[in-house]
């Protein structure tokens, strides 16, 4: 059965904080994104990655940086919280080929204060 | 023209009742259909994908495509409470996408009363 989990399923940070959002697969899916989701926006794409060390940016990568050390950890960072970040975070995998279905995660509820 | 359009809903219906969930899309590159059914507070989770025009069938769910008119629907029929979700219409193949991306609709939320 195919997994994503991500580290934590809520979080609240101050203004100003860096804070790290991680993401593992255990489906070897070379694919990975980082999506957040807020009502009435859908999901916006923030950046994925088609490979280790490879990241392409999103539709809004703004004010977020993301690391592929590893085939099955991907993480999201925030350099520097903003309020506006507050939403909800999505992490999915994906192979390279075929309909390129995307497996989720259960998301981050981050609240930024 | 936005590239995916879909109603957000709330969709209510009493138990039991059929329900149709439609998204209709410009790109006509797109190649893969897919339903992702989002319960609150949860991440999404694949229903089923389609390729081809016509209907594909798993249990109570139905997808069905009509690419001449740029058109996909889900349809769940004997519908329960715990059909109660945001349903997500995806779409993705498109040459032009690179690297296996995504389109996806914003979602119409449905709610199932007992």
């Known amino acids: 059965d195919v997994k994503v989990t991500q580290s934590s399923r809520y979080l609240v940070k101050r203004t100003g904080e860096k804070v790290f959002l991680e993401c593992v697969q255990d489906m070897d899916h070379e694919n990975m994104f980082w999506y957040r989701q807020d009502p009435g926006l859908g999901l916006r794409l923030i950046y994925f990655s088609y490979d280790v060390k490879m990241k392409e940016k999103g539709d809004i990568p703004e004010g977020y940086s993301v690391s592929r050390e590893k085939k099955e950890r991907f993480s999201l960072i925030l350099e520097s919280a903003s309020t506006n970040q507050t939403s909800m975070y999505l992490c999915a995998s994906s192979r390279p080929r075929g309909a390129g279905e995307q497996y989720f995660g259960p998301g981050t509820r981050l609240t930024v204060t | 023209q936005k590239e995916v359009e879909q109603d957000p809903g709330p969709l209510s219906v009493p138990e039991g009742a059929i329900v149709s969930l439609n998204c209709t899309y410009s790109n006509s590159a797109f190649q893969y259909f897919m339903w992702y059914r989002q319960y609150s507070r949860k991440g999404p989770e694949l229903l089923m994908y389609?390729?081809?025009?016509g209907n594909k069938e798993d249990g109570r769910f139905t997808a069905q495509v009509d690419k001449s008119s740029k058109y996909i629907s889900l349809f769940i029929r004997d519908s329960q409470p715990s059909d109660s979700a945001t349903y997500l219409c995806?779409?993705?193949?498109?040459?032009?996408?690179?690297?296996?991306?995504?389109?996806f609709g914003k979602g119409t939320m449905l709610l199932v009363s007992p």
């Open positions: 995806a779409f993705g193949g498109a040459l032009n996408s690179g690297y296996s991306t995504l389109t």
């Open positions: 389609t390729y081809s025009s």
